[in-house]
């Protein structure tokens, strides 16, 4: 299996309140938005022989940065001028929307995937430019069951009609069956690694069962990893 190891520091030049993080738009140059870059310049890489246009970003635990970095590699494709879609399919734990100062719970992916509603009428414009959302919506009581469903791959195969790329964030690998539902249904899966968090045994356990899963795992992103030769 081919990989990239790719490290992502810890500065950041905007941040929402609480929560995740987001690189600035104003700031190309800024170092991490520079390390968000190569990580798609890897993705791009590893999909010359495959169209890879549904992405989803998981790691074993929580915590480990899944939601940080789903959300700017969105942000990053955006602003190369990808027309991108981001859908928060973590629907157990909300944290996109914030990010994104979007506030209207009531309506997202639990609720269309509920309902026989069109699609676009849970796609919101982000502040940034080419990049729309799809926020998670309600808490359901069956999370698992949605994203496996017929209608979530209907409405991913709508989405990648529309757009260049689909960036979902879901739950980690080991908790629930979510993220085992859904991986087989999207073209790769990145796997989140927080360095000082995640154990070997855990990681290794949730390779194997996304390879169960019939998951595309494209590789991992080491987050949060202390540069060894800076103090
Ligand atoms: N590289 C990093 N440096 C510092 N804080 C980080 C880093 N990556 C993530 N975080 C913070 O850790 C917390 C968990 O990250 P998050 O992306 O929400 O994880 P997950 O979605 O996997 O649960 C957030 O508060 C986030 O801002
Ligand atoms: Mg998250």
Redesign the pocket.
């Known amino acids: 299996m081919k990989m990239f190891h790719r490290k992502?520091s810890?500065k950041s030049t905007t941040s929402s309140k609480k929560?995740?993080?987001l690189i600035a738009d104003t700031d190309s140059k800024n170092i991490v938005s520079e390390q968000f870059r190569t990580i798609l310049t890897n993705i791009n890489f590893s999909a010359v022989n495959h169209e890879l246009k549904t992405i989803l970003i998981t790691?074993s635990q929580?915590?480990?940065?899944?939601?940080?970095?789903s959300a700017n590699l969105a942000v990053a494709w955006a602003k190369q001028g990808r027309k991108v879609l981001f859908i928060d399919a973590d629907l157990r734990?909300p944290?996109i929307q914030s990010a994104f100062g979007l506030h209207d719970s009531r309506h997202g992916l639990s609720t269309i995937l509920a309902s026989d509603a069109s699609f676009d009428l849970v796609v919101h414009q982000s502040p940034i430019n080419n990049l729309a959302i799809i926020t998670n919506g309600p808490i359901p009581p069956n999370p698992a069951a949605l994203l496996g469903s017929r209608r979530m791959e209907k409405l991913l195969a709508y989405f990648r009609n529309h757009y260049d790329l689909l960036v979902l964030?879901v739950p980690?690998v080991l908790t629930v069956a979510d993220t085992r539902v859904i991986s087989p249904k999207v073209d790769g899966v990145v796997l989140?690694v927080?360095q000082g968090q995640a154990q070997k045994v855990a990681v290794k356990k949730s390779v194997e069962l996304l390879q169960i899963a019939k998951a595309n795992l494209l590789g991992y992103v080491l987050?949060?990893v202390v540069p060894k030769n800076r103090s």
Request: charged share 35%; proline share 5%; aromatic share 0%.
């Open positions: 992502k810890k929560g995740i993080k790691s929580a915590n480990e940065g899944k939601s940080t970095v734990q944290t964030d980690p989140v927080r987050n949060d």
